[in-house]
């Protein structure tokens, strides 16, 4: 059975750093690009961060870059995403997911599999 579990999510303080991780079982991960996205209530699913199956692209939502990076470590299966700086805004259910293109797709309808998401709440 294929699946995407996600991790690291919690709660933490204005300024602060999560390290969310996406691991995958019954496939491996190597030839798929993995995105990141999030929703917060009450608002639609939006595209956070993408890595291609090689990790030699990447791409990030404006909102995000300079504060979140990217990686992944194909013997593990897992692909990470480094949370620093984090803000209220930042609060949400972050779900990854694994796409067969041979890019770095922001765009949900690009990937095949999901995760249940993990929740990351930033308030003081």
């Known amino acids: 059975q294929l699946q995407l579990v996600e991790s690291g999510g919690g709660l933490v303080q204005p300024g602060g750093s999560l390290r969310l991780s996406c691991a995958a079982s019954?496939?491996?991960?190597?030839?798929?690009?993995i995105g990141w996205f999030r929703q917060a209530p009450g608002k639609e699913r939006e595209g956070v961060s993408c890595?291609?199956?090689?990790?030699?692209?990447?791409n990030y939502a404006d909102s995000v870059k300079g504060r979140f990076t990217i990686s992944r470590d194909n013997a593990k299966n897992t692909v990470y995403l480094q949370m620093n700086s984090l803000k209220p805004e930042d609060t949400a259910v972050y779900y990854c997911?694994?796409?067969?293109?041979?890019?770095?797709?922001?765009?949900?309808?690009?990937?095949?599999?999901w995760g249940q998401g993990t929740q990351v709440t930033v308030s003081s």
């Open positions: 997911a694994a796409s067969g293109f041979n890019s770095c797709p922001m765009a949900r309808r690009a990937y095949d599999y």
């Open positions: 019954g496939f491996t991960l190597d030839y798929y690009a």
């Open positions: 890595i291609s199956s090689s990790g030699g692209l990447s």
